[in-house]
Nanobody, 124 residues
Framework: QVQLVESGGGLVQAGGSLRLSCAAS????????MGWFRQAPGKEREFVAT????????SYASSVKGRFTISRDNAKNTVYLQMNSLKPEDTAVYYC?????????????????WGQGTQVTVSS
């Protein structure tokens, strides 16, 4: 069982930055691929970024590529999402997720554990 707790969300102006963190419980964190997803009001949850077990491989949604960076610290059981050049369309609840697959995965159905989410609001 893995428990995930996100933090770092908030209100920011367009063009600003935020860094989300996701702290995981359990001693097997390093064996999971991790991902960030987001869900805006009235929309389906969508993929944002993923990182493999070692941190050596990442993948991004085209809408955030070049602006967001996913990273992980296996010693701290934590995955991060650095978000720069934020836009109003980035406004959503951001979720952290863990997959038993060790490779990068982009589909929600490939993830086994989810956090409770953290709100990110970008004002224009």
């Amino acid at each position: 069982q893995v428990q995930l707790v996100e933090s770092g969300g908030g209100l920011v102006q367009a063009g600003g930055s935020l860094r989300l963190s996701c702290a995981a419980s359990g001693r097997t964190f390093s064996s999971y691929a991790m991902g960030w997803f987001r869900q805006a009001p009235g929309k389906e949850r969508e993929f944002v970024a993923t990182i493999n077990w070692s941190g050596g491989s990442t993948s991004y949604a085209s809408s955030v590529k070049g602006r967001f960076t996913i990273s992980r610290d296996n010693a701290k059981n934590t995955v991060y999402l650095q978000m720069n050049s934020l836009k109003p369309e980035d406004t959503a609840v951001y979720y952290c997720a863990a997959s038993r697959l060790t490779v990068t995965v982009v589909t929600t159905t490939s993830y086994d554990y989810w956090g409770q989410g953290t709100q990110v609001t970008v004002s224009s």
